[in-house]
């Protein structure tokens, strides 16, 4: 099966065949051999031409390569091609800002119906004595505040939507 | 030597503190918030009593808990590590007050040295250059202008009522003196409710190069070298090493000669450290001075061989110090990475949350001073900083060397850290060459960004990952022996040789 | 220097040599037997070849697979690590011949060094003291006896055709000696098909002494001071420390002297160690050398600041030693535990498996040399030791408490260690006084025993995690800054207090 | 609910009640002042009379507390008293002898049918370049052996039966 790779703005081909009981890998076209020296929940430990990879797949967008963080997305070709043919299909609706940490909000600068620009400020989380600002990441309309000032919020709450 | 010692910190440093409490024999006290139960400090103690509430001030800085479990649990001294109470007079007061030793300076110190203004003027009484200004609070324009006159340009206006950059201009012409200092003054007005300033010499990109010293309660004191601290964010120190790229013996010695007269004028006593700042020419100026164990002080260690906590609590106990300026000296290098819980692509924003996987780096040369382990959570109330990565060498070269193989053994999955921003810098020519100071990071190095190279190898990583899980595809057990590996992937070699 | 280096050998020595590899900037090359493909060696090179199976004969003990690899990765020179073909002189020539450089000595060296009868004889001839006895094999008894009459008793006669103990016997009076020889020859002719005999002097209680050297390939050649290596359990090494208790500036200087010269008659190169056995009156015998890196060269790398293995690589290069017996020093004391895989209760018997978990110890003075991490299988096919656990301190005494410091750090799930016997020992008076030799293990520690003193600990725990499970009963999460904690049990505070 | 539990020759009656959603434990009669400072998996990080306590509960029958290990037995005490009055419950009729490591059987010095006294030879399994003899652990006949000489055997795999 092909899948067509993004990483970090890069875009690979990547073809991956079950061949008598052997994966046969190839990049861009081209072949590449590749050894899976071993498995073990999200630790995929790689020898890609003779060199050795520490890779880590942490989620479905996020892999580690010896340590340095990659942001992936996977698609099959097929649905790639599918679409590029009705673009409209690949717009994402709407956008749900999550914390990416726990923390206290310190400040909320938007209300809900407020049309934000990317790179606005949106609310003020602090965390270990320091403020951070979470920022708009696309233009859009703020159709829903799940939080509020002076809230206690963990990783992965949701706390607004754009949409 | 005391028979228990109660540690008033977490983290790293109550680490620190707790394994010289073991290699000295003396029983160890911790002291731990809500948040902190299952913290490595807690571990690592021979008893633990619990302050309860997560945020410091309901825990780390209740001066009333922590007497009542030094109490409680018999303590005889405290150690009180950095940051919290570590330069709280009125904290050594209550101690020296209920019969309990200060692992650190005499209240009277900490006070003096804590007032900039009055620190200032006991240091420049002493002849211990200090950056010209003026000596107190200026209310009038034409007071500034005669300091101005007397030090030169460029000049830096503070306000004097408080910090936070409020009111702080850098003035480089005549031309502009008089409107910096009326806008100076205005902002510090409304900011402040005082409208006071300061005034003194701007240092065009300084060093900051410190002294540790230590002194005994007997009159001897003596110091352990220089350790440069210019690699800096917002005046928090990065990146530490010992000795500095621009030291001479001579210009080390004239520093070390005023660091020990600065301890002695101020009539202090325990570890410390006089910080100076060094300009283009090597004129040094007294900073200030951190009345406490700081949290480089491993940089010293390693190049003198003199472990500073147990120092700390030799001289609490009363000891004459053995160590003479003559019976000790620096070899090697050494260098001190701060790893904290940050993101440095993302403006250093903190990273909290579990530790799934830490690898910590081993071998020679190097020392790790952690106060994380595997699952443990990294809390939100207190200071980034988990662990220092520390390396020695014969030579600065070996040490920039090793600190990079360190830095890429280490592997602390869950949060982000500091780890990647150092590797940048360890690679950077200036930081090798040994020519930068404290505008390094916002001048020289600018926008964080790291080179990767393995985008490829992401690429088939996520795809053989997505074909395991979603085709349910199983990994055969690999047998002992085998001629054949089903898994080794036929294919041309030449390709992506890039690693 | 290298461009490319290949690293014949696994575990923690590997990860030795690779970490060398990067602090030079050289790119390196691991192999892996089946058992290996994760090990943490493999992880850690540039690139990486399998050689198939997992017993040591049919991956690491084969010259021909490696010499293949070496080809094809384009390495310039070969590092052996210890064990497997370290001292193999085939593969020093077979490196030789295929014009890739042995990063050890010539294998002319290797050859002459390894048989241990042309080794004593060189030695004998240079006047370097070796233990007193024949100087070939004994094959009549009358021949025997003239040589006890020059060396005097006790006597120790071994089979000259092989070892394992069969047909050795320690005789200490005349009366003895002929019968002794008689059985010891029939034992030899029907274990070995070889009735000859070596008759040397039986030294009582002797300490196991050596010197670490270093020789280039001009001629240079100088000593980097002893390791004590006297705790030994059957001729394994356990313990290592530097500087030795009873070393003296004199005796240092004289063995110093009889290892380099050791050095220079065998015309050996690259980096070696000299043992010698010495007696209780401080005399002392060349016993034989090890023509490789030591698993114990740490100990002299922490008290002399010198990286051996770096060293290595610059003399196999073909530089000029740049170090002068003059230009180095030792200070302080090191000291070295082998963390091997094994149960010191049980015998010492093998214990591999699955490491659950593991935290390694840090702070100041510890440095860790590890071949495994958490989640790797230990293999049963290789050498027990797993890692190697470091101190140094300004002082011995220092040193040992910083070693059960770190001791009490380490933790290791999943298999048996050694720990537990390294912290007896470093517990053990004997042992703290220095007081010590090759018999500790066998006469003075005798039974393997630990003491411990949290019986009362293990039985709340236990039920408490039966409580737990069998009930269903769930911990509620804790929650910040709740003031009355459920689980904290009431209860009178004097009871149980012995920890 | 009461338990004696045996720790390597020592017994201690352990006492824990809930009241109030708390432990309440008593030791040998006497009160203890236990607080879990933590729970994961097997670990349980107790403080004891303000002592912390790293303990890992192996498996039924092993405890590490900060490391040490030590053999635990528990018992309700009421199935103790029952054990107590009839004591041919509690003698076990069989003992299994497994492989506590993995590796090769070099030799096997028994056979089935044979009488062993505790401390007798059974076999020798190699690993790590070293031969380990297995002991028998008490008396008896020798009813089943499962292994041969050369075979690889695992952690856990039942060698032969004691009767």
């Given at each position: 099966m092909a899948y067509i790779v993004n990483v970090e703005g890069r875009e690979f081909k990547v073809d991956v065949q079950m061949k008598d009981g052997r994966f046969v890998v190839s990049l861009n076209g081209k072949k590449a051999n590749v050894e899976i020296a071993h498995e073990q929940g999200a630790e995929l430990m790689l020898i890609v031409n003779d060199k050795p990879f520490a890779t880590i797949v942490e989620s479905d967008s996020q892999v580690l390569v010896n340590g340095e963080a990659y942001a992936v997305e996977v698609v099959d070709e097929l649905i790639e091609k599918l679409i590029k043919a009705?673009?409209?299909?690949?717009?994402?609706k709407e956008l749900a800002v999550k914390a990416v940490m726990p923390g206290?909000?310190?400040?909320?600068n938007v209300r809900e119906g407020d049309v934000v620009k990317s790179g606005d400020g949106l609310l003020i989380i602090e965390a270990m004595k320091m403020q951070n600002e979470i920022k708009a990441a696309r233009d859009g309309l703020?159709?829903?505040?799940f939080i509020k000032k002076g809230q206690t919020v963990n990783t992965g709450d949701t706390l607004l939507i754009i949409e | 030597m005391f028979n228990k010692i109660l540690v008033a910190n977490r983290g790293e440093i109550a680490v620190r503190v707790l394994r010289a409490c073991r290699e000295m024999g003396v029983q160890s006290v911790a002291v731990y918030s809500d948040a902190d139960r299952n913290a490595l400090h807690t571990r690592y103690a021979d008893e633990v009593y619990g302050l309860g509430g997560a945020p410091a001030s309901e825990s780390y800085l209740r001066i009333d808990k922590i007497m009542a479990v030094a109490k409680e649990s018999g303590a005889e001294a405290i150690h009180p590590g950095y940051?919290?109470?570590?330069?709280?007079s009125d904290f050594a007061r209550a101690c020296e007050d209920n019969g309990i030793v200060f692992i650190g300076p005499n209240s009277r110190a900490i006070e003096l040295l804590g007032d900039k203004i009055a620190s200032k003027k006991t240091m420049r009484k002493a002849k211990i250059p200090v950056i010209p200004g003026s000596e107190g609070p200026v209310a009038e324009e034409e007071e500034g202008r005669k300091i101005v006159e007397d030090i030169g340009f460029p000049v830096l206006i503070k306000a004097a009522g408080g910090g936070g950059g409020k009111g702080m201009r850098v003035v480089r012409e005549q031309q502009d003196l008089g409107s910096a200092m009326k806008q100076a003054m205005g902002e510090a007005n409304s900011a402040f409710g005082n409208p006071t300033i300061f005034i003194e010499k701007f240092l065009e990109s300084p060093r900051h190069i410190e002294f540790q010293i230590l002194a005994d309660n007997h009159g001897n004191a003596i110091h352990l070298f220089e350790r440069e601290c210019s690699v800096q964010r917002r005046h928090q120190k990065l990146i530490e090493e010992s000795p500095s790229a621009i030291m001479t013996p001579e210009l080390r010695a004239r520093m070390g000669e005023a660091a020990v007269k600065a301890v002695k004028v101020s009539k202090y006593n325990n570890a410390g450290t006089v910080e100076f700042m060094v300009d283009k020419d090597r004129n040094f100026y007294f900073l200030e001075m951190n009345t406490r164990l700081q949290v480089e002080h491993p940089v010293t260690e390693l190049i003198t061989g003199i472990d500073i906590v147990k120092e700390q609590f030799k001289i609490a106990a009363g000891e004459v110090l053995s160590l003479t300026q003559d019976n000790i000296s620096m070899t090697g290098a050494a260098v001190e990475c701060r790893i904290s819980a940050e993101d440095p692509e993302n403006n250093f924003a903190p990273s909290t949350g579990k530790i799934t996987e830490l690898i910590e780096p081993g071998g020679i040369g190097v020392r790790v001073d952690s106060g994380i382990y595997e699952g443990f959570d990294v809390p939100i109330?207190?200071?980034?900083?988990v662990a220092k990565l520390l390396v020695w060498a014969p030579t600065r070269k070996e040490a920039l060397v090793r600190m990079t193989r360190a830095l890429g053994e280490y592997m602390i999955r869950g949060i982000k850290t500091s780890i990647p921003f150092h590797r940048l810098v360890m690679d950077h020519p200036k930081f090798i060459e040994g020519d930068?100071?404290?505008?390094f990071i916002d001048k020289v190095l600018k926008k964080i960004e790291y080179k990767k190279q393995h985008h490829d190898v992401a690429a088939i990583s996520s795809v053989i990952a997505r074909i395991l899980s979603e085709k349910h595809v199983r990994l055969p057990k690999a047998r002992e022996g085998r001629k054949t590996n089903p898994w080794k992937l036929s294919g041309r070699k030449e390709m992506m040789r890039r690693g």
């Open positions: 009705s673009p409209d299909l690949a717009q994402k206290l909000v310190i400040d909320v703020l159709r829903k505040i | 940051g919290f109470l570590a330069e709280n109330y207190y200071d980034p900083l930068y100071d404290t505008t």
